[in-house]
């Protein structure tokens, strides 16, 4: 592509990587895309877009690396990257592998944890409710109708035994 083109991330949608030939200074320029955020279970996606990635994703933001072109090579699958780019993305892979075998650690230690304190948990005897105390029939004052002994307001003939109003 000419240097003043934009990139249209409908490539990298694609997986195409984009170059930027400039010939006048036998340079190539390439665009990887920046690492992406750690989620939630990052570890178990691919680990190659936590580093530096080319062909960037779309929608990622791009970081351009200009290389020499007697540097660069080429194979069947396109052009790549001089040896010393290469080593640093393969420094950048083993850190984040090196990262993701951690954090997948500390998630299995935290769920084995979880997993014990819930059995131990189970050990405990169920919660029952306790009786309630007996009801005690209230007695009848010798003058007038039957109270409730909550509110004091007259109190019907089903409640009588039960001394009080339903929702007294």
Same mark, same amino acid.
């Given at each position: 592509?000419?240097?003043?083109?934009?990139? +249209?991330?409908?490539?990298?949608?694609?997986?195409?990587?984009?170059?930027?030939?400039?010939?006048?200074?036998?340079?190539?320029?390439?665009?990887?895309?920046?690492?992406?955020?750690?989620?939630?279970?990052?570890?178990?996606?691919?680990?190659?877009?936590?580093?530096?990635?080319? $062909?960037?994703?779309?929608?990622?933001?791009?970081?351009?690396?200009?290389?020499?072109?007697?540097?660069? &090579?080429?194979?069947?699958? &396109?052009?790549?990257? $001089? +040896?010393?780019?290469?080593?640093?993305?393969?420094?950048?892979? #083993? *850190?984040?592998?090196?990262?993701?075998?951690? #954090?997948?650690?500390?998630?299995?230690?935290?769920?084995?944890?979880?997993?014990?304190?819930?059995?131990?948990?189970?050990?405990? *005897?169920?919660?029952?409710?306790?009786?309630? $105390?007996?009801?005690?029939?209230? *007695?009848?004052?010798?003058?007038? +109708? $039957?109270?409730?002994?909550?509110?004091?307001?007259?109190? #019907?003939? +089903?409640?009588?035994?039960?001394?009080?109003?339903?929702?007294?």
């Amino acid at each position: 592509m000419r240097p003043d083109t934009r990139i +249209p991330h409908v490539l990298f949608a694609e997986g195409i990587p984009a170059w930027t030939l400039y010939h006048r200074e036998e340079a190539a320029e390439a665009r990887l895309g920046e690492p992406h955020e750690r989620g939630a279970q990052w570890w178990t996606k691919d680990l190659r877009l936590f580093r530096p990635h080319h $062909p960037p994703c779309a929608g990622d933001t791009v970081v351009r690396e200009r290389f020499p072109l007697a540097d660069l &090579g080429l194979n069947a699958s &396109g052009v790549t990257f $001089p +040896p010393a780019m290469t080593e640093r993305l393969a420094l950048e892979a #083993a *850190r984040v592998r090196r990262d993701a075998d951690q #954090a997948r650690i500390q998630h299995e230690q935290a769920a084995q944890r979880w997993r014990h304190e819930a059995a131990t948990r189970q050990d405990r *005897r169920p919660w029952k409710p306790t009786p309630l $105390p007996p009801v005690q029939p209230l *007695r009848r004052p010798a003058g007038g +109708p $039957p109270v409730c002994e909550v509110c004091h307001r007259p109190l #019907a003939e +089903p409640l009588l035994r039960f001394g009080r109003h339903i929702l007294c």
